[in-house]
């Protein structure tokens, strides 16, 4: 999945820990999204952003989960305090625009584990 | 609430045969549906995807059909090659952002 970039690849934090997953979109892309997957299950949309907007929150956990896409540098999920369900792979994607004609495109995606 | 479903956790096919990826949904608000890839550890590769203003779409190997009557669509892979192998995933958006995925069909080609 040339393009997205995801990092880190692997995460393993102890409970109660934060972790700060980053996301650099395809070159030219202005927006970001972020999905989570849990074992056996599809991908569930979380949070859209755009440059220092967020546009839609609706999937994302209402406490310790938040996530920005600065003017500079890369888009960030943060959950704070995590807890063994946080526990999944966590996958950003970008676009050139609204989703008609400009599909999605995903990075490799960030595994999380929690101990 | 699975607006989106993939009854078949897999599939298995012979190289050089049609696979057939199937995939209905419940929302009529959806208007815009794509069908993904995906190898172990690597994130979904989009193959696809479909308007609801039209009923079919194709690309090499890879036609997808809608039916929006009966809210369903399917991916159509032919010939069937063994690279094919890997979770297929439809989604489908009604507001222009998000995606919403179906669980998924693993889909194995024998050769």
């Known amino acids: 999945n040339a393009g997205v970039m995801q990092n880190p690849r692997h995460l393993v934090r102890r409970r109660g820990q934060e972790a700060r997953l980053r996301c650099s979109p395809m070159?030219?892309?202005?927006?970001v999204y972020w999905y989570r997957q849990l074992p056996e299950e599809g991908l569930k949309f979380m949070v859209y952003?755009?440059?220092?907007?967020?546009?839609?929150e609706s999937g994302m956990p209402k406490e310790r989960f938040s996530a920005e896409f600065p003017k500079e540098g890369p888009s960030i999920l943060r959950i704070q305090q995590v807890v063994r369900g946080d526990s999944a792979a966590y996958f950003c994607?970008?676009?050139?625009?609204?989703?008609?004609?400009?599909?999605?495109?995903f990075g490799d995606g960030t595994r999380l584990s929690i101990l | 609430d699975q607006q989106v479903k993939q009854n078949s956790p897999s599939l298995s096919v012979q190289e050089g045969r049609i696979s057939i990826l199937n995939c209905d949904y419940t929302n009529s608000m959806f208007d815009y549906f794509l069908w993904y890839k995906k190898y172990p550890a690597e994130g979904p590769t989009f193959l696809i995807s479909?308007?609801?203003?039209?009923d079919k779409n194709e690309d090499g190997r890879f036609t997808v059909f809608l039916n929006k009557s009966a809210k369903h669509l399917s991916l159509h892979i032919v010939p069937s090659q063994p690279g094919d192998s890997a979770v297929y995933f439809c989604a489908a958006s009604g507001n222009g952002n998000k995606l919403v995925f179906g669980a998924g069909t693993i889909l194995r080609v024998k050769s």
């Open positions: 952003l755009q440059k220092e907007n967020i546009i839609d």
């Open positions: 479909i308007s609801s203003i039209k």
């Open positions: 070159k030219g892309h202005s927006h």
């Open positions: 994607a970008s676009s050139h625009g609204r989703l008609e004609g400009q599909p999605q495109h």
